[in-house]
């Protein structure tokens, strides 16, 4: 992802172009931002497919986009990952509701009957390093958040706890990830 | 940056912003530098933390280049509709298909079997035994692809697995029927615990008005999450408990925060409590609809009835944020904004942060107007206020 702010010109510039119909404007994008955009994009997924699928979508949304990319309200890489996280969640919840249909009576006690998802998938040891290190309240309150698209009052309703204390959780999640981000970037 | 602002980032940031909130806050960070410096920094901290290190997709310009013209999401969308819609177009066809073999089927038994040979080459002559003696010989048609027979057996086949088909689509909806009424036996019997908590919580705390006649005097103070940021559940026009004796302290947020230096009162202060006390005798719910849905929305709300006459307080919790190991909710009250804290104590162990708790105060003049429940370490009693605000309530 580009680190400087005339590279983010560039790429803000070929997200405009792509939006227009400009098909190079689409593949330097593509060739800048596919692996950095499905590194974040598998661990919000349910599998491999799904993340592949998700950053195909991704740009293909930018290409037939008609709203124009605004740099003052994030980077374009940010920009990016905010359409595919959005495309997981809207596929994961239209999954999760036939899921929940289909196997009511066989698999109630596995399936989640908010989300959908498979409980597992609350697995934090497939999550990076820099979740682990937060306490396992903080860090299940950020994943449903950032992962599932849940809001608070779901959130609380899923991890059985009352609203204030994830509210709390996620306000020092947030803060404990940012300190120690700044920690992983003064070290590098 | 204030905390409440950085919150603001982070909850954007982690898609939690909502409606008004989250139009108010783009518009902001349009023109705002630092906001946007802060957002950036919270969404890299964030996605650093989701990454993946060392993923490659295996995704190809080439494999994007088919869906930019008009394929890609749109087509599998498209599929997806055409499959659905297409269901009745095949029944219709069945069914019409069906009705054309029937008649065909009927005008073939009716007609005379030489029909079949007549003018036609591809009848041969077969031998065979009838009636255990008697040798006959018929003649029968070879059947070709042709073959109306073969084509009745084959439509009849195809028939026969389009039933099928409809079985398992029946069976499958007849599922989702019995979801359907799961879940709605499922509300049924939630909405029936919510009236029986609802019911529970009415018989704690009415019998602590028992015998209360308009000599008595009381005080009510309502009490909200510390990140609340709306006052609406705090107007107290609907506290059915309130006579022209009473008084209510509506709670000002803006106000409540400022901790005063506390000073050692002498006072003995003794707390007990329950979770979810039911005793006495249930009658009408006298809370206001507010709160009600704050308590079902899982906000931490509670309040405090102070009655004068005896120096005894009764405290009802709802949702209470869980402290940190190591860390327990006391509880504090001070007469007015400008007076000390007076510490009553830990709280009792309460079930999901909800229950009830009485106290009483030996000082016979103390009127309590503000009160406080912080998560202070469990290893030490400060003599003021010093932890995290779990709750607050006062002028």
Same mark, same amino acid.
């Given at each position: 992802?580009?680190?400087?702010?005339?590279?983010?010109?560039?790429?803000?510039?070929?997200?405009?172009?792509?939006?227009?119909?400009?098909?190079?404007?689409?593949?330097?994008?593509?060739?800048?931002?596919?692996?950095?955009?499905?590194?974040?994009?598998?661990?919000?997924?349910?599998?491999?497919?799904?993340?592949?699928?998700?950053?195909?979508?991704?740009?293909?949304?930018?290409?037939?986009?008609?709203?124009?990319?605004?740099?003052?309200?994030?980077?374009?890489?940010?920009?990016?990952?905010?359409?595919?996280? #959005?495309?997981?969640?809207?596929?994961?919840?239209?999954?999760?509701?036939?899921?929940?249909?289909?196997?009511?009576?066989?698999?109630?006690?596995?399936?989640?009957?908010?989300?959908?998802?498979?409980?597992?998938?609350?697995?934090?040891?497939?999550?990076?390093?820099?979740?682990?290190?937060?306490?396992?309240?903080? !860090?299940?309150?950020?994943?449903?958040?950032?992962?599932?698209?849940?809001?608070?009052?779901?959130?609380?309703?899923?991890?059985?706890?009352?609203?204030?204390?994830?509210?709390?959780?996620? #306000? #020092?999640?947030?803060?404990?990830?940012?300190?120690?981000?700044?920690?992983?970037?003064? !070290?590098? | 940056?204030?905390?409440?602002?950085?919150?603001?980032?982070?909850?954007?940031?982690?898609?939690?912003?909502?409606?008004?909130?989250?139009?108010?806050?783009?518009?902001?960070?349009?023109?705002?530098?630092?906001?946007?410096?802060?957002?950036?920094?919270?969404?890299?901290?964030?996605?650093?933390?989701?990454?993946?290190?060392? =993923?490659?997709?295996?995704?190809?310009? *080439?494999?994007?280049?088919? *869906?930019?013209?008009?394929?890609?999401?749109?087509?599998?969308?498209?599929?997806?509709?055409?499959?659905?819609?297409?269901?009745?177009?095949?029944?219709?066809?069945?069914?019409?298909?069906?009705?054309?073999?029937?008649?065909?089927?009927?005008?073939?038994?009716?007609?005379?079997?030489?029909?079949?040979?007549?003018?036609?080459?591809?009848?041969?002559?077969?031998?065979?035994?009838?009636? *255990?003696?008697?040798?006959?010989?018929?003649?029968?048609?070879?059947?070709?692809?042709?073959?109306?027979?073969?084509?009745?057996?084959?439509?009849?086949?195809?028939?026969?697995?389009?039933?099928?088909?409809?079985?398992?689509?029946?069976?499958?909806?007849?599922?989702?029927?019995? /979801?359907?009424?799961?879940?709605?036996?499922?509300?049924?019997?939630?909405?029936?615990?919510?009236?029986?908590?609802?019911?529970?919580?009415?018989?704690?705390?009415?019998?602590?008005?028992? /015998?209360?006649?308009?000599?008595?005097?009381?005080?009510?103070?309502?009490?909200?999450?510390?990140?609340?940021?709306?006052?609406?559940?705090? =107007?107290?026009?609907?506290?059915?408990?309130?006579?022209?004796?009473?008084?209510?302290?509506?709670?000002?947020?803006?106000?409540?925060?400022?901790?005063?230096?506390?000073?050692?009162?002498?006072?003995?202060?003794?707390?007990?409590?329950?979770?979810?006390?039911?005793?006495?005798?249930?009658?009408?719910? @006298?809370?206001?609809?507010?709160?009600?849905?704050?308590?079902?929305?899982?906000?931490?709300?509670?309040?405090?009835?102070?009655?004068?006459?005896?120096?005894?307080?009764?405290?009802?919790?709802?949702?209470?944020?869980?402290?940190?190991?190591?860390?327990?909710?006391?509880?504090?009250?001070?007469?007015?904004?400008? /007076?000390?804290?007076?510490?009553?104590?830990?709280?009792?162990?309460?079930?999901? *942060?909800?229950?009830?708790?009485?106290?009483?105060?030996?000082?016979?003049?103390?009127?309590?107007?503000?009160?406080?429940?912080?998560?202070?370490?469990?290893?030490?009693? @400060?003599?003021?206020?010093? /932890?995290?605000?779990?709750?607050?309530?006062?002028?």
């Amino acid at each position: 992802m580009p680190a400087d702010a005339a590279k983010e010109g560039m790429a803000g510039a070929w997200l405009r172009g792509a939006s227009k119909g400009d098909r190079e404007a689409l593949n330097q994008l593509f060739l800048e931002f596919r692996d950095p955009l499905y590194r974040i994009l598998l661990p919000l997924a349910d599998s491999q497919e799904d993340a592949e699928e998700a950053l195909q979508d991704t740009f293909l949304r930018i290409w037939r986009s008609k709203s124009p990319y605004d740099p003052a309200k994030s980077s374009p890489f940010h920009y990016l990952v905010t359409i595919g996280r #959005r495309i997981l969640i809207d596929r994961r919840r239209k999954r999760s509701r036939r899921i929940v249909t289909v196997h009511q009576e066989q698999s109630e006690s596995v399936i989640d009957p908010i989300s959908g998802v498979y409980k597992d998938n609350l697995d934090l040891h497939a999550m990076s390093n820099l979740l682990q290190q937060l306490p396992k309240a903080q !860090a299940e309150a950020i994943l449903l958040a950032f992962r599932e698209g849940m809001n608070q009052p779901e959130i609380s309703q899923k991890l059985g706890r009352p609203l204030g204390t994830v509210k709390s959780d996620i #306000r #020092r999640g947030m803060a404990r990830l940012r300190q120690l981000y700044r920690e992983v970037e003064n !070290a590098g | 940056m204030r905390d409440e602002l950085q919150e603001s980032v982070d909850l954007y940031v982690l898609g939690l912003l909502e409606g008004e909130e989250l139009l108010a806050f783009e518009k902001d960070l349009g023109t705002s530098a630092e906001l946007q410096a802060a957002v950036r920094e919270s969404k890299e901290a964030l996605l650093y933390a989701f990454q993946s290190p060392s =993923a490659v997709s295996s995704l190809r310009f *080439g494999d994007l280049e088919k *869906g930019l013209g008009g394929g890609g999401e749109g087509v599998k969308i498209l599929d997806r509709a055409r499959k659905v819609t297409q269901l009745p177009w095949a029944w219709i066809w069945a069914s019409a298909a069906t009705v054309l073999l029937i008649l065909n089927f009927l005008l073939v038994r009716g007609s005379d079997p030489g029909d079949f040979s007549a003018g036609s080459d591809s009848l041969v002559e077969i031998a065979g035994t009838s009636g *255990g003696s008697a040798l006959k010989t018929s003649t029968l048609p070879v059947r070709t692809a042709e073959d109306p027979i073969l084509l009745l057996e084959s439509e009849i086949r195809r028939l026969e697995e389009d039933i099928v088909q409809r079985d398992l689509v029946l069976e499958e909806r007849q599922a989702q029927l019995e /979801g359907a009424r799961r879940v709605a036996n499922k509300m049924e019997t939630t909405l029936g615990s919510v009236q029986t908590k609802y019911d529970t919580l009415a018989m704690s705390f009415l019998p602590f008005f028992e /015998g209360i006649n308009g000599a008595n005097q009381y005080t009510v103070i309502w009490m909200v999450d510390a990140d609340s940021t709306s006052s609406g559940l705090l =107007a107290g026009s609907a506290n059915p408990f309130l006579s022209e004796t009473d008084r209510l302290w509506s709670s000002d947020l803006a106000s409540a925060g400022d901790l005063a230096q506390a000073a050692s009162l002498g006072w003995e202060a003794s707390i007990s409590g329950t979770d979810m006390v039911s005793s006495g005798t249930p009658a009408d719910m @006298p809370m206001t609809d507010a709160m009600f849905e704050a308590i079902n929305g899982g906000e931490s709300v509670g309040f405090m009835v102070w009655r004068d006459k005896n120096q005894q307080g009764y405290l009802a919790l709802y949702n209470l944020p869980a402290t940190d190991p190591g860390f327990q909710a006391t509880l504090w009250i001070r007469a007015d904004s400008s /007076g000390a804290y007076l510490r009553i104590g830990p709280l009792p162990e309460l079930s999901g *942060g909800s229950g009830s708790v009485y106290y009483s105060i030996s000082d016979s003049e103390f009127q309590p107007g503000e009160v406080l429940i912080t998560a202070e370490a469990a290893d030490s009693l @400060p003599g003021n206020p010093s /932890g995290e605000i779990l709750l607050r309530g006062g002028p």
